[in-house]
């Protein structure tokens, strides 16, 4: 059960949930600002991944981000697994499916690590390694696999793409 916060009672606990909720709306883009807004870089992935990621998830959460010929989401993220505080079980083919059924160009992929700290690990890395082989044999481009800490201070992400350099 969790503690009550001193001065916080029930209403105004259902207030801030409100409050926080709302927020988190104006932060998810219209299906149409999804459409123009191309993904090329870390930071664009991030700014879209986050929208559909509760800060406080206490689960890693793995998603997909389908992309057209011009590095447009073709929809939002789409989660693929969720798993436990620390660790989800990826498969490629989960992955891929999506793309597939979305015809897409390229796939941009992000997980959570609910600890907060977005340092990846070797299961992030082997994981990538195998997206990346996968990926060059259907001929769609992984742009990148980002890991989301929970903090939102800097870094708050990794970019595995700028460690392995594929």
């Given at each position: 059960p969790k503690?009550?916060?001193?001065?916080?009672?029930?209403?105004?606990?259902?207030?801030?949930?409100?409050?926080?909720?709302l927020g988190a709306r104006a932060l998810r883009l219209s299906p149409e600002e999804l459409k123009r807004k191309a993904v090329r870089t870390a930071a664009d992935g991030v700014a879209i991944f986050r929208a559909v990621l509760?800060?406080?998830?206490?689960?890693?959460?793995?998603?997909?981000?389908?992309?057209?010929?011009?590095?447009?989401?073709?929809?939002?993220?789409?989660?693929?697994?969720?798993?436990?505080?620390?660790?989800?079980d990826v498969h490629v083919r989960e992955v891929f499916r999506e793309a597939i059924r979305w015809n897409a160009r390229g796939v941009m992929v992000?997980?959570?690590?609910?600890?907060?700290?977005?340092?990846?690990?070797?299961?992030?890395?082997?994981?990538?390694?195998?997206?990346?082989?996968?990926?060059?044999?259907?001929?769609?481009?992984?742009?990148?696999?980002?890991?989301?800490?929970?903090?939102c201070s800097e870094p708050s992400f990794v970019s595995i793409r700028r460690l392995v350099r594929w």
């Open positions: 503690r009550p916060i001193r001065g916080i009672g029930h209403v105004k606990c259902l207030e801030l949930a409100a409050a926080f909720a509760n800060p406080e998830e206490q689960q890693e959460n793995f998603f997909v981000l389908p992309l057209d010929t011009h590095f447009h989401p073709l929809s939002e993220p789409l989660r693929v697994t969720r798993g436990t505080r620390d660790a989800t992000a997980h959570n690590h609910p600890t907060g700290d977005p340092t990846p690990s070797e299961e992030d890395l082997s994981l990538t390694r195998r997206l990346v082989e996968t990926a060059e044999v259907l001929g769609v481009e992984l742009v990148d696999h980002l890991v989301l800490g929970r903090s």
